[in-house]
């Protein structure tokens, strides 16, 4: 158990809180296959919790959508209609879901506003759907085609009831990604002759080409804030720190990459390989280690808010979970005259403590909630000003 003790700002002395350096991430965890059934996944996804999951395939005519609220240990099959479920996305709370599919020219776009027990389809126009996106709320989503050279994307800002095309230029799309408040957009295409990354600080306003090389990418993924993003490409992974306007390559070895996830703050990215292979980097991208995990045909990957729970799925075969012990760093900033204390979405349960003294046996759970702020994907409680000293701690359950 890591724990954080800081005293509150309320005190005539504040004392920051320090950062926690991740541990060696893949050495002694494990991939444990889940109860999700054998077939060819398609795309995954996880709420910032890693509690709720997601996961589309394409094995038409019985594509399935299923779904799992705890962590993936049992897993429902969603009544959603059978296509060719193509990418999945959800809300960080996990009460919001879209996927798309690609059966050209009929693919469609579905919603789900309950944790994925029942899917409606939206009126976005039918087309080669392959890639989504959603914002941490789970109101702004917005899906790309593959159809070259019209190639459309279209966008929702209510959850999928409207779409609207989006003004972007027609390319052969591949991966879409957005910051937590989807103000930050970035999208990738494996055009033939271009491949080209574009990206938008205005929830799509405006779009730019960015700096980056033609390498036929394939997907791309973004931090809370979309300052950090990454994309793979033709046997490479490429990084960028500022909101996907310039990109260099990453320390990530030369493999058949397939997909890509990132934690909330950027530093844990994930990556899955057709051959067998998936790596994790806990430095931005800077290096990277194999994880050992089972031999497959891996199609698809997702991370919690604190990138410390990883699910991938495979063509033809199943899901698997791989969970580290969380290491949540405490803040706290001064309100008016109140505490914020705030900390990345776990992967697993912690509970918010409080004693007038570090040393005390006994600490007090505060009985507060956290409320899940969606533009950084922290938990957030208000502490209330207090007479004398004060103590905060977070205490794994």
């Known amino acids: 158990m890591n724990k954080l003790i ?43 919790n890693g509690a709720t999951l997601v996961a589309v395939a394409d094995d038409y005519p019985t594509a399935p959508i299923y779904y799992s609220t705890n962590s993936g240990s049992n897993w429902v099959q969603a009544t959603a209609a059978s296509h ?29 506003t309950n944790f994925g027990s029942a899917w409606q389809p ?17 109101s702004e989503l917005m899906a790309a085609s593959q159809v070259y050279p019209t190639g459309p994307v279209y966008a929702s800002t209510n959850s999928g009831n409207n779409w609207n095309q989006a003004m972007i230029s027609g390319e052969e799309w591949t991966g879409l990604a957005c910051s937590a408040d989807g103000s930050k957009l970035v999208a990738v295409a494996e055009t033939p002759g271009s491949s080209p990354i ?37 046997e490479a992974i490429y990084v960028s720190t500022n909101y996907s306007q310039d990109w260099t390559m990453s320390g990530a070895p030369i493999e058949p990459w397939t997909a890509i996830a990132s934690s909330a703050d950027g530093t844990v990215l994930a990556a899955t390989t057709s051959g067998s292979d998936i790596y994790i980097s806990t430095d931005s991208g800077n290096t990277w280690t194999n994880m050992n995990a089972p031999y497959s045909e891996w199609t698809s990957i997702a991370a919690s808010a604190d990138g410390r729970q990883l699910v991938a799925s495979v063509s ?30 776990p992967s697993l349960n912690f509970a918010l403590q409080q004693s007038p003294n570090p040393s005390a046996a006994n600490w007090t759970n505060l009985t507060t909630p956290p409320i899940l702020n969606f533009t950084n994907l922290q938990n957030q409680v208000v502490v209330p000003s207090v007479t004398g000293r004060q103590f905060f701690r977070l205490q794994s359950q």
Not at 33 to 47: L, M
Not at 199 to 227: E, I, K, R
Not at 317 to 343: D, E, F, K, M, R
């Open 84 to 112: 060719e479920w193509t990418a999945v996305a959800m809300s960080a709370d996990g009460s919001k879901m879209v996927a798309v599919g690609d059966e050209f020219p009929t693919g469609p776009i579905y919603v789900s």
């Open 198 to 234: 574009f990206y938008s600080t205005n929830s799509g306003g405006t779009w730019f080409q960015a700096d980056a090389p033609s390498s036929g990418w394939l997907a791309v993924a973004s931090s809370a804030l979309g300052n950090k993003t990454a994309a793979i490409g033709a």
């Open 316 to 345: 033809g075969g199943g899901i698997y979970i791989w969970q580290a012990t969380p290491t949540p760093c405490l803040s706290i900033q001064h309100s008016a005259a109140n505490a914020v204390l705030s900390w990345t979405v």
């Open 6 to 48: 800081v005293p509150s700002p309320l005190l005539a002395v504040f004392v920051a809180a320090g950062q926690f350096a991740l541990p060696g991430p893949a050495a002694a965890q494990n991939w444990v296959q889940t109860s999700a059934p054998a077939h060819s996944w398609t795309g995954i996804a996880s709420s910032a």
């Open 122 to 138: 939206t009126t976005a126009p039918a087309s080669d759907w392959v890639t989504v996106m959603s914002s941490a709320d789970g």
